[in-house]
């Protein structure tokens, strides 16, 4: 029989980043805290393997690179704790590109002089579209990045709507958010002239879990444009492992406690309060000012919590809340550096993380066949060469490669080739190979070396996904369809916006809520500072105090 384990100011359940980050800003402020985690290590979707291939070679599970995290606000309060906790951030001045199926490549880089020689090369009048742009979006982006950085539903948004109205003018706000509404594909087409540059640009709305012809996705096309260009695509030195170790550290320095293998059960709840969790097994944990969950609302809004304990429109909210498209993983350690067969080979060997892809077209009809339930006949292809940032990920000499695929439904229903046998749908071993098959022939048109230099492949289904985070239901790694009804200030739900929820302390974070999906650890950060803030009334005896003091300065003695 276990006994309730008095004192933690905050429980945490589950160990991303977000939970990571919102327990060690607290624990910094001195709260008390506890972070549980059902599985054996933490970190979420941070997963550093050093076993999965071959001796020597490192591998991000899932989660690789860190632009959102670098440049969130999260790391600009933790960065010196965090260096201090050994977290370094390794950089490139050749973040991105994308390879064309003629062996034609697109790059973007962290200069504005050689964007818009590159946006020139494929079409005179680009380079200077790409400038306006990136200066158009600057002269606003206190805005636009406020929009992915505010809880909108609450007094900061009306703030953050405010400040907009005085920068705008009524027809200005008004035109700024239809704006923020415009398709990739619509705001691509009218930037640019060249396909190239559709097809550099297109294949990071994936990145944010819509498609090229969804609402937000040219506003959010623009948003991570600017932000390699800002930033890079920065990883920690020796994995992103060591974030959650530094992370960890802090909360552990503040005298917080983590526990893995803790699956949390129940949230306790009395008088319309959480009150705490149980964990399975029966021992429970109380929290006397706060219990955040960073699941999904149907986890937080079936299993963690009764249905009588909520109102009914919660409830019916979170039960209504879809699902995206699935991913997937294919891992390969090389003993060769890889070979690129493009005119660009040289530059292709020292960008970061490129994309394979036919261009803008080919991209929305694999989002298309995989949303009708069809395996995409020619994928995109996220290649990521972490050891073209961090060496010391291979042996030298030698290689990794880090393949994403976006593209995927959760329970196929057919091949868009006709190739590939789905069966009954479940992503069987046989499934997840013949279609690793696919991908891996199709890049090995691109590597010269690719099959002679694999050591060995490791491919993670949406099945196989799901089974290292609960949280990617069916392999959707967005944790949630990203469409406008569950975006922004509509994310997790219209009945559900933000982070509070209908019980007095408890809150939920993670993916599922805003900014969304990505390693940028908003929801923890807006959670934890919210809870930092002083209670009302002291708030305003001290702004008061303020002003009186003020004015005592201005008056004569």
């Known amino acids: 029989m276990f006994s309730a384990v008095a ?52 591998h991000e599970l899932m989660a690789s690179w860190h632009p959102l995290f670098a440049g969130s606000a ?8 965090l260096a201090r906790h050994g977290l370094e951030y390794l950089n ?22 050689d964007n818009v020689a590159e946006f020139e090369r494929h079409a005179a009048a680009d380079g200077a579209a790409w400038q306006r742009q990136f200066e158009q979006f600057m002269a606003s982006a206190e805005h636009s990045f406020g929009v992915l950085s505010a809880e909108l539903w609450s007094l900061q948004g009306l703030e953050l709507a405010r400040k907009a109205y005085g920068s705008f003018g009524r027809r200005g706000l008004l035109a700024f958010a239809g704006g923020a509404l415009v398709s990739a594909r619509d705001w691509l087409g009218a930037t640019f002239e060249s396909e190239r540059a559709h097809g550099l640009l297109a294949p990071w709305v994936l990145h944010t879990g819509l498609g090229p012809e969804a609402a937000v996705s040219g ?34 320095a503040g005298g ?112 298309n066949e995989a949303e009708r339930g069809l395996l995409p006949a020619e994928a995109t292809i996220v290649v990521g060469q972490p050891a073209t940032v961090d060496p010391g990920r291979a042996p030298a000499g030698k290689s990794v ?23 009954d749908g479940t992503w069987r071993e046989t499934l997840r190979e013949a279609y690793a098959d696919r991908i891996v022939e199709r890049l090995g048109g691109q590597i010269a070396n690719l099959e002679r230099a694999t050591l060995k492949r490791v491919a993670l289904s949406p099945a196989d996904l799901e089974a290292l985070n609960c949280n990617l239901v069916g392999g959707d ?26 019980l007095d302390g408890l809150w939920q974070i993670g993916a599922s809520t805003h900014p969304g999906p990505g390693l940028g650890a908003g929801s923890g950060y807006l959670v934890a500072k919210h809870l930092l803030r002083p209670p009302l009334r002291r708030r305003v005896f001290e702004r008061g105090s303020e002003a009186a003091g003020k004015l005592r300065d201005r008056l004569p003695l």
């Open 7 to 58: 004192g933690f100011d905050a429980v945490f359940v589950g160990a991303g980043v977000n939970s990571l980050t919102g327990a060690a800003l607290l624990a910094r402020e001195g709260w008390s805290v506890c972070v549980l985690e059902r599985n054996e290590v933490l970190g979420g979707a941070i997963r550093t393997v050093d076993d999965l291939t071959a001796p020597g070679f490192t």
């Open 74 to 81: 999260a790391y600009a309060e933790l960065g010196d704790d």
């Open 92 to 113: 490139t001045e050749l973040p991105t590109a994308t390879l064309f199926p003629d062996g034609g490549a697109a790059f973007l880089t962290t200069s504005l002089e």
């Open 219 to 252: 506003f959010m096309t623009q948003v991570i444009a600017c932000a390699i260009q800002l930033g890079g695509m920065p990883v920690p030195r020796g994995g992103g492992v060591r974030l959650v170790e530094a992370l960890a550290a802090i909360v552990r």
């Open 256 to 367: 917080g406690e983590l526990r893995t293998g803790a699956d949390v059960e129940r949230v306790l709840v009395a008088g319309g309060r959480a009150t705490g969790v149980r964990l399975a097994g029966g021992e429970t944990i109380s929290a006397s000012r706060a219990v955040v969950a960073s699941v999904t609302p149907q986890q937080l809004y079936g299993q963690l919590l009764r249905q009588d304990e909520v109102p009914a429109t919660a409830w019916g909210a979170a039960q209504a809340y879809r699902y995206g498209r699935a991913g997937m993983q294919i891992h390969l350690a090389l003993d060769e550096v890889p070979q690129w067969t493009s005119a660009d080979a040289e530059r292709l060997a020292r960008t970061a993380l490129l994309h394979v892809t036919p261009g803008l077209d080919g991209v929305s009809r694999a989002v």
């Open 401 to 423: 490669i880090w393949i994403q695929l976006q593209e995927l439904p959760r329970r196929p229903t057919g091949d868009a080739l006709a190739e590939i046998d789905v069966g």
């Open 477 to 502: 790694i967005y944790a949630g369809s990203c469409a406008l009804d569950q975006n922004l200030l509509w994310r997790p739900a219209g009945q559900l916006p933000g982070h509070a929820t209908p």
